[in-house]
């Protein structure tokens, strides 16, 4: 469950992953053929070896989400998750709960910008593809792309 991208000249591995509670919480013949495991285990499992092979950044992409309160504190499933990875990662970009989340957890930042095109969460890193090193953690930030827009949810069109 990942993939490789080469940006800047680095080598970049995108771990996938999803709620081990997924095949409750969607038609269970929708996900048949998968397996969804323990997050942090998958990320502690993966992220070595893909170091190894050469990934200059590991990120993470989630379907699970997170919830903050007004000091800025976030819980939720993405966030324990974090706490639980011991392995190099660099980012994790959340989804599911369809809240603003920008934030670090056990040193690993972490995005989720809200849904329907509401926002769009943008992370900035500082180094040089020359010696393919990163400098510091990223800056992230949340950008409001509609205000006071609701979606539109149209019928659907695919077979009965």
């Known amino acids: 469950p990942?993939?490789?991208?080469?940006?800047?000249?680095l080598k970049i591995a995108v771990i996938g992953a999803s709620t081990v509670s997924t095949p409750v919480t969607t038609m269970p013949q929708n996900v048949a053929d998968?397996?969804?495991?323990?997050?942090a285990d998958v990320v502690n499992e993966l992220a070595p070896s893909l170091k190894a092979e050469g990934a200059d950044?590991?990120?993470?992409?989630?379907?699970?989400?997170?919830f903050g309160d007004?000091?800025?504190?976030?819980?939720?499933?993405?966030?324990?998750?974090?706490?639980?990875?011991?392995?190099?990662v660099?980012?994790?970009v959340s989804g599911h709960t369809h809240?603003?989340?920008?934030?670090?957890?056990?040193?690993?930042?972490?995005?989720q910008a809200r849904s329907s095109g509401t926002a769009l969460g943008v992370v900035t890193w500082t180094g040089s593809s020359i010696t393919r090193?990163?400098?510091?953690?990223?800056?992230?930030?949340?950008?409001?792309?509609?205000?006071g827009l609701s979606p539109i949810l149209l019928p659907s069109t695919g077979p009965k």
């Open 70 to 88: 007004d000091q800025g504190v976030y819980s939720g499933e993405v966030i324990d998750a974090a706490r639980r990875i011991t392995a190099p």
């Open 133 to 147: 090193s990163i400098s510091g953690p990223p800056a992230t930030r949340q950008v409001p792309l509609l205000t």
């Open 99 to 111: 809240s603003r989340v920008e934030t670090v957890e056990n040193g690993i930042p972490i995005v």
């Open 57 to 66: 950044l590991i990120f993470v992409t989630v379907h699970a989400g997170a």
């Open 2 to 9: 990942y993939a490789w991208f080469e940006r800047a000249g």
């Open 34 to 39: 998968y397996e969804f495991r323990d997050i």
């Open 90 to 92: 660099d980012l994790i």
